[in-house]
């Protein structure tokens, strides 16, 4: 269903003998801190990258991440403090000598061989594979169609709908955020913070219902010269020359960044999304039962994220084919 680089997060929850209380292992307590942190900066690049406009937006937080704290580990004093600030790091309990261990495991993660995912690189792009779609040639935008039991719930707060789609095996999921007819998406994106992310997408609050899911048939490919929009989030330093600090890389003065740039791809098509022979997305139609009906035919949201750990490793905004 979307290809694109990617990462994801793993945790393993250890339990204290002597007590019976569960212990937290520092591989996994800086794991969960750099999910937070990672999703508290996706939430704040995509509304950075959509602000004051209505294109379309898809990046890969993860990828940008990982990239920055290969450099963030070199970097020094105010240089040091304005990236850990910017990627969310300020205000977790990850020093900056555990964020680059960190994203080592987390790799090596997203790169196990027993996924039922595939990524071809950490950077490059991917394929997965979900639910059986069928065209519907009917709208000016191809759609795809799917009756079947997902995950939804409605929030009052931004009049939206929110669909959970998950992938074969369930290890990625996709969430949807449609807002209402009346609501625009800018109101949606404003609203959203990781926090409420989190606490609207938790197994209580999402209920199993029948489905009637119309989505649109896309493709998005995006690159992204990231300067700018660094700067604008505060990290200003290491683009310069006479301010950058790289003394724990390098001992030559003037060593800066030139250049940060993304490119993502997720292409949204019924052919990419066969699903497996087992996955038990044929339901009986009962004619009394109440059938739920979600119709992406406005800007909406989306978000993959790591089934285990809710981890955003994509996200994105589509308005327009």
């Not at 990828?63 to 020094?76: D, E, H, N, P, Q």
């Not at 495991?105 to 950077?123: G, I, K, P, S």
């Not at 409420?196 to 119309?214: G, I, R, S, Y």
Request: glycine share 4%; charged share 20%.
């Amino acid at each position: 269903m979307a290809r694109s680089e990617a990462a994801s997060l793993h945790a393993l929850r250890l339990w204290a003998l002597s007590t019976g209380s569960p212990a937290v292992s520092p591989r996994l307590a800086t794991m969960d801190a750099l999910s937070e942190a990672n999703g508290t900066f996706a939430l704040t690049l995509l509304k950075k990258l959509g602000e004051d406009n209505s294109n379309n937006v898809f990046i890969s937080p993860l990828s940008i991440s990982s990239a920055l704290a290969m450099v963030l580990v070199g970097t020094m004093d105010n240089t040091a403090a304005q990236m850990c600030q910017m990627l969310s790091l300020s205000k977790s309990s990850v020093g900056v000598e555990d964020v680059h261990q960190g994203f080592q495991n987390l790799l090596c993660e997203v790169n196990r061989t027993c996924t039922q995912y595939l990524l071809r690189t950490t950077d490059r792009l991917f394929g997965e594979k979900v639910y059986d779609f069928l065209s519907n040639v009917q709208k000016r935008v191809p759609m795809m169609y799917n009756w079947s039991t997902f995950k939804i719930t409605c929030i009052a707060e931004i009049c939206s709908q929110i669909l959970v789609l998950p992938y074969v095996g369930q290890e990625l999921n996709m969430v949807v955020v449609l807002p209402s007819e009346s609501t625009d998406l800018n109101t949606v994106e404003k609203a959203l913070t990781y926090e409420k992310f989190v606490a609207w997408t938790k197994p209580d609050v999402l209920a199993e219902e029948e489905v009637k899911v119309f989505l649109p048939w896309f493709t998005l490919e995006e690159c992204y010269d990231m300067e700018c929009v660094l700067r604008c989030l505060g990290m200003t330093d290491a683009f310069e020359a006479a301010r950058a600090d790289f003394s724990g890389m390098s001992c030559q003065r003037g060593l800066h960044l030139s250049k940060v740039v993304h490119k993502s791809f997720l292409e949204v098509t019924e052919k990419g999304t066969e699903a497996e022979a087992t996955s038990g997305s044929r339901i009986r139609r009962r004619s009394l039962s109440v059938v739920h009906q979600f119709y992406a035919e406005r800007p909406f949201l989306f978000f993959i994220q790591h089934g285990k750990t809710g981890a955003i490793l994509f996200c994105g905004r589509y308005c327009s084919p």
